[in-house]
């Protein structure tokens, strides 16, 4: 059964990444050798169409192709400080912060490890909370 969805993240030096459904139910696993595109255009928000397979670990995504590919990180900053009509930024949950801080660090350096990613992620929380900018 073909199904369609949007790419969470993808991790193009590791070759995986996961996809949220659009019918919902849990996100699934995507590979590089599944890819019927070049694996640059497999961006975080690019909507796919795909089939779903029980790999015996979970479900996996196999003839991967693009439906319509995410703007690009400039596109959507540039939206975004045009729809913000009052000049503040948003304050953001611990949660929220770090989802978002997770995905930038994926996206601009895909090369880090867990590990490194933990310890960005902690530092830079503590530099927020002290500047208040998340939420109590």
């Known amino acids: 059964m073909v199904t369609t969805g949007k790419i969470l993240r993808f991790d193009e030096v590791r070759g995986y990444g996961f996809i949220a459904p659009h019918e919902g139910g849990e996100d699934v696993f995507m590979h590089a050798n599944d890819l019927?595109?070049?694996k640059y255009l497999f961006q975080p928000g690019t909507t796919v169409e795909f089939q779903i397979e029980d790999s015996g670990r979970g479900l996996k995504a196999s003839e991967?192709?693009?439906?319509?590919?995410?703007p690009s990180a400039a596109v959507r900053r540039e939206t975004a400080s045009r729809e913000d009509d009052d000049g503040l930024c948003d304050v953001l949950s611990t949660s929220e912060f770090r989802q978002e801080l997770t995905e930038t660090l994926l996206e601009s350096v895909p090369s880090l490890t867990a590990a490194q990613i933990i310890q960005l992620r902690q530092r830079l929380i503590e530099l927020a909370r002290a500047h208040n900018w998340l939420e109590s």
């Open 36 to 38: 019927r595109d070049e």
């Open 64 to 70: 991967v192709t693009i439906v319509d590919r995410a």
